[in-house]
């Protein structure tokens, strides 16, 4: 194989022109699917982060056997449990509904440990403080601990939705056109890998920003935490 | 037939289960198989750029930055296609198995070295200093001193990690890898019933739960003082 | 034995128990209004947990207080107003350190009293005025020094216009030369009339400031008076012993 056959097999001009259109449209829908399932997810975590500061083992067990289930089935399998299994139930759902499912049942369960630990790093004496001045529970944590919970968590925040957002590449499998789909579409009905090629640079391009600000932050939270 | 009955019908149906159980376990062998060689080449590669880095040859670094940030920003699903059905264009062709063990050994690999090279950064630059001090050489000093060190610290993330990557395994189904979820999902479609994606979703936590409640301990025993 | 004439704090056999532990065993404290009371005592004698405990920071195992004629115990006592006629000062600030000065006392002025922005900046400037830390207020705590955080939880706690101002240790956790700061900004609260319950080791101040001394030891009161009578002439065993250790070096 030369090396104008390899160019030709992974990176031709032509066959990207002709598939743009079609990525451009997946790479439309992940960023779609990714402002769904990233808010779902995260306003899931801080339900379970919020239940874990209620102080009753009627709550905190259940709890944690919600989140480590969920943590401990693969977000592909949840998915095509949901996809796949529902319809036998009687509950047909479209490809949309099952991810939003699946993402919120495995995302949220992380956000949650992310958030409660968050939570847990923030001093009580902060809590003590704000019910002293007559702010109610609600109110403290809204106001006192939870801004400063996200700003102590935040690497691992960030570091989440970016798994998140790489995570919807697996819609694919219940044919939803996201980026990945389409350049699947593409590669098959050109004989072509650059589609699939290109899926992969533009995921790059979109995501190397994020990984090179994590490399620092999380750099200089290992450095700090000694 | 109460509803009751066809949802357990639906997906606990004894027939069914023991019908697909055996393949459900060869599945389940499969993916331990596919998860064991993922944990030793990924972690292996991964220590040894973080090694390779500490070195500080510059042009070096920047390659090993640059594959490390290329595998934290691409989805592992979209480097599972781009080997599967991407090679085969360069006269390449790896089976489902072989793309998936490299896929996510690569992602492994990228993830530990972040992982181990920021344990590295974060042992003091004194300890280096002591140790050279009293006449050890650099490799004695990096593994005698540095890396004990840097292992205690690198524990946690890199346990909870690996747990994450290894769920990966999953995502081989998508490239007719006959691991758990292939083997429920072919179960699925022969017996047009779920119970196989049940067995394999119980496989799943058989094999992850006690891993999960193993990484919690892991991070409240190798917690980091504040 | 009827309420106190004056009292405005009146706490009465306060028992604590924290877990198999006893911290608190039958207190009976008064405050009288314009009062400053001085809590000393060796640690763990239960002085903090009193203090935690008459604005119900801690919950009592038994007994009864009342603070400005209300019952803090009592189910149907909204806690959170009460709390705001207790203003509270902490030995580790607990300055919101998400928030400037400024921030950090406008919070429950706007929140909890449902001010406007505007008034309740313009107020959380007079606090921090009383406090000498008008010039600081778009400080973040972490650009403040120990005794200027402290001046801010004073000034976030006096905005709330407060009936009694209770100090847990508040310069334990200074170093020696910012203690001084602390201590004008209390006794000029304690000179514009304010009624305060300081549980600290600033024995000079409490001979300078205090109107009376409450001596605990082992989770109850050994004995109480003037701070001439228990500095110069204490009657117990027990308060001797402590007078003369923390008076010695």
């Known amino acids: 194989m030369t090396f104008d056959d390899f160019l030709q097999a992974f990176f031709s001009v032509e066959i990207l022109q002709q598939a743009w259109p079609i990525l451009w449209a997946g790479l439309l829908n992940t960023l779609l699917l990714s402002v769904v399932v990233v808010p779902l997810g995260f306003i899931g975590g801080l339900v379970l982060a919020l239940l874990g500061t209620v102080h009753s083992r009627w709550v905190r067990w259940p709890l944690i056997a919600w989140v480590d289930l969920f943590r401990s089935l693969p977000p592909l399998v949840l998915l095509v449990f949901v996809y796949a299994g529902l319809p036998f139930a009687g509950l047909e759902v479209n490809a949309l509904t099952a991810v939003a499912i699946g993402f919120f049942l495995n995302t949220g369960a992380y956000y949650g440990e992310i958030l409660r630990a968050g939570i847990e790093s923030v001093p009580r004496g902060q809590v003590e403080a704000a019910r002293c001045t007559g702010l109610t529970t609600a109110q403290a944590m809204l106001h006192v601990v939870l801004p400063q919970a996200v700003r102590n968590v935040l690497p691992d925040l960030i570091s989440n939705t970016l798994e998140v957002v790489k995570l919807t590449s697996i819609a694919s499998v219940v044919a939803m056109p996201e980026l990945l789909f389409q350049a699947r579409q593409a590669q098959s009905v050109t004989y072509n890998a650059t589609p699939i090629m290109a899926a992969a640079v533009i995921y790059f391009i979109l995501l190397w920003p994020v990984v090179r600000l994590l490399s620092r932050l999380e750099n200089r939270q290992l450095a700090g935490r000694r | 037939m109460s509803n009751w009955d066809r949802f357990l019908d639906s997906f606990f149906n004894a027939r069914v289960a023991a019908e697909y159980l055996p393949k459900i376990i060869e599945g389940f062998w499969l993916t331990i198989l596919l998860a064991a060689c993922i944990i030793l080449a990924g972690v292996a590669a991964g220590l040894a750029l973080a090694v390779l880095r500490s070195l500080g040859i510059r042009v070096l670094n920047w390659a090993i930055i640059f594959v490390v940030d290329l595998f934290r920003a691409l989805p592992p699903l979209v480097i599972i296609a781009l080997l599967y059905f991407g090679l085969p264009a360069a006269g390449l062709s790896l089976s489902g198995f072989a793309a998936a063990w490299l896929a996510l050994s690569l992602v492994l690999m990228a993830f530990t070295e972040e992982i181990f090279w920021a344990g590295i950064t974060a042992v003091p630059k004194g300890q280096w200093e002591a140790a050279r001090s009293t006449g050890l050489g650099f490799l004695d000093t990096f593994t005698l001193v540095v890396l004990p060190q840097a292992v205690r610290m690198v524990i946690p993330p890199l346990t909870n990690r690996t747990i994450a990557i290894t769920k990966g395994t999953a995502l081989a189904s998508v490239v007719a890898v006959q691991e758990i979820l292939g083997a429920a999902q072919a179960g699925v479609s022969f017996s047009f019933n779920p119970t196989p994606l049940t067995l394999g979703a119980v496989a799943y936590l058989v094999l992850f739960l006690p891993v999960v409640i193993l990484g919690r301990w892991v991070e409240t025993r190798f917690a980091w003082k504040r | ?249």
């Open chain 3, 1 to 249: 034995m009827p309420a106190q004439r004056g009292a405005i704090v009146e706490a009465r056999g306060i028992h604590k128990h924290f877990g198999g532990l006893h911290v608190l065993k039958g207190v009976d404290l008064a405050v009288r209004e314009r009062e400053l009371v001085f809590v000393i005592g060796p640690s763990g004698s239960g002085k903090s947990t009193l203090l935690r405990c008459l604005n119900r920071l801690e919950e009592p195992s038994d007994g009864s207080i009342t603070v400005d004629g209300i019952d803090m115990l009592d189910r149907r006592t909204d806690i959170n107003k009460a709390r705001q006629r207790i203003g509270m000062v902490f030995q580790s600030f607990n300055l919101y350190p998400h928030m400037t000065a400024l921030g950090n006392v406008a919070l429950a002025l706007r929140r909890v009293q449902g001010m406007s922005r505007a008034a309740a900046e313009a107020k959380a400037r007079q606090a921090l005025e009383r406090v000498h830390l008008a010039d600081r207020s778009g400080h973040y705590p972490g650009q403040l020094s120990g005794g200027q955080q402290q001046r801010v939880a004073i000034a976030r706690a006096i905005a709330l216009e407060p009936r009694v101002m209770l100090f847990d240790e508040p310069t334990s956790a200074l170093d020696p030369e910012l203690v001084g700061g602390v201590l004008a900004a209390m006794r000029e609260l304690r000179e514009s009339g304010m009624t305060m319950v300081v549980v600290s080791h600033e024995m000079g101040f409490a001979r300078a400031a205090a109107d009376r001394v409450v001596f605990m030891d082992g989770g109850r009161i050994v004995e109480e008076g003037p701070p001439e009578a228990i500095f110069g002439n204490p009657q117990q065993e027990r308060t001797r012993a402590f007078i003369g250790q923390i008076t010695r070096h």
